[in-house]
């Protein structure tokens, strides 16, 4: 029997390590810091307490105290373990308990020295019980009723251990139990229970690692979960946004075609007056090529006059080469892009285009800037062109049933830090206070024939490049336009 009390405690000392190694690198492959240090230190302290069990016999009695304190002191590492599922363990908490542990060493070295087995066991038992009720107290606050069935059969195993141990101390009334004098020559049922006790407290062990593997397993379900629900929601939203870049890319070739339509529509009111503008080099270029053609016929020509008339056929082709170039800007559909320009030398262009309708009208346009350019500005010409129009038109057009004389239109430049500002001003009959709020709202027009597109489509392309168009007050005029570009240097 003694062989055997030997090799029982190796033999459980080897499982016991065995189930952690076996169980630990599952756990560790995960999360490096998921395994509790209770757990490791539950087996070591088992582990030793059976290593010192197994040499007593070879070596000295008194080794039953370390082993004795071990073993408590594994039981005791057991319950903090169950603690430290439900919450975090108080470091004082671990300072009490090894305080007492120390107590419980020094107690059963004393009752070793001058008590009897019988008081031995029975002061170890309550101490196992102690904690074993405490075990029992933990598990039932994780969740038995409604925790997994690992943790139901950890408790399982606690209380059937409880209950042996608690059989075992009772049975030390028994006549035979009080003629022993230590754990190797004990009778044989005490004996049994007390190897069923260690049994039982390998399965204990075996099943707290399977509790680790499958609250591993639990937590990659989880993550797998939470993967699958992001990449739900993230292909979600990248339809959603391929769905409202779609819905972008709709708006900006409608905002295109408005400012197509929009600048076809403004040239409609410029067309008369252009066509008439146009006819006139065209007519001059006529009549110079006539005379120069009589000239010509004349046996003794004038080479000096045939110059001039040349001279006055080319300067008239400039001129409508320059009016049908104006036009080719203005009709045409290239509306990406930017390029650097001088801004009074473009308002001045547009002049030529706007000037034979203002001069039908009998209004004096001026255009003003001050002297501290160039105002060198990113635009897209095209587009530009059709804010300026639109603007010069509108106040053209509110000229309208006015009175013919004094109608002035100005366009004034200047320059402001790293801003430029431009101004277009009229003398006309003004907007209605009343609609000022709501001049540059989308289908909002106080024309008869209007869209209410204009200022719309303005607005849009001035804040396009970074600016801001808004209605102003000017002291003088009844209609201030005024525009606020980023200077380019």
């Known amino acids: 029997m003694q062989q055997a009390e030997q090799i029982l405690p190796l033999l459980f000392a080897f499982m016991s390590i065995g189930s952690l190694l076996s169980f630990s690198p599952l756990v560790l492959e995960q999360e490096k810091s998921f395994l509790s240090i209770d757990w490791i230190l539950t087996i070591a302290l088992y582990s030793l307490s059976c290593f010192i069990f197994a040499i007593v016999p070879s070596t000295h009695v008194v080794l039953l105290t370390p082993a004795n304190f071990c073993i408590v002191g594994s039981y005791v590492s057991c319950a903090l373990l169950f603690r430290s599922w439900r919450k975090p363990i108080e470091p004082g ?50 969740g038995y009723v409604r925790g997994p069935a690992v943790l139901k059969l950890i408790f399982f195993f606690v209380l059937l251990g409880l209950i042996l141990n608690i059989t075992r101390a009772v049975s030390t009334f028994n006549t035979e139990f009080i003629r022993s004098s230590s754990i190797f020559n004990e009778e044989i049922f005490s004996r049994a229970i007390r190897w069923g006790t260690q049994a039982i407290l390998m399965l204990t062990f075996f099943l707290i690692g399977t509790f680790y593997v499958q609250r591993q397993v639990y937590l990659r379900r989880q993550l797998v979960s939470s993967l699958s629900i992001k990449d739900t929601a993230l292909s979600i ?67 000096p006059l045939g110059q001039e008339l040349v001279g006055r056929i080319l300067s008239d082709n400039a001129r409508a080469s320059h009016i049908i170039v104006a036009l080719k800007q203005i009709f045409s559909n290239t509306l990406s892009g930017t390029q650097r320009i001088d801004l009074a030398t473009f308002i001045e262009t547009l002049e030529e285009l706007v000037l034979p309708l203002a001069k039908q009208e009998g209004i004096t346009l001026e255009i003003l800037h001050d002297l501290s350019g160039p105002f060198h500005v990113d635009i897209n010409t095209p587009e530009f062109q059709q804010v300026i129009l639109n603007l010069l038109n509108n106040s053209i057009q509110a000229f309208s049933g006015t009175a013919p004389d004094a109608r002035r239109i100005q366009i004034e430049l200047s320059k402001k830090n790293d801003r430029i500002y431009l101004a277009i001003l009229d003398n006309g009959p003004g907007i209605d206070p009343s609609l000022q709020a709501n001049i540059f709202n989308l289908l909002s027009t106080n024309k008869f024939a209007g869209m209410g597109l204009g200022l719309w489509l303005s607005q849009h392309i001035v804040e396009r490049h970074q600016g801001r168009l808004w209605l102003g007050e000017r002291p003088g005029w009844s209609t201030a336009f005024m525009i606020e570009l980023p200077f380019s240097g």
């Open 93 to 142: 908490l671990r300072i009490l308990l090894w305080s007492l542990l120390v107590v419980v060493g020094i107690i059963f070295e004393t009752i070793r020295e001058h008590g009897t087995f019988s008081d031995r066991v029975i002061f170890v038992m309550a101490v196992f019980s102690l904690t074993m009720t405490w075990q029992l107290y933990e598990l039932a606050r994780l």
């Open 237 to 303: 939203e990248v339809a959603e946004k391929s769905q409202i870049q779609q819905l972008l890319n709709e708006r900006e070739t409608l905002i295109r075609s408005l400012i197509l339509a929009k600048k076809t529509s403004e040239m409609g009111a410029l067309s008369a007056a252009l066509a008439h503008e146009l006819n006139q080099p065209l007519g001059a270029m006529q009549l110079n090529a006539e005379c120069l053609q009589l000239e010509l016929i004349n046996a003794n020509p004038n080479i």
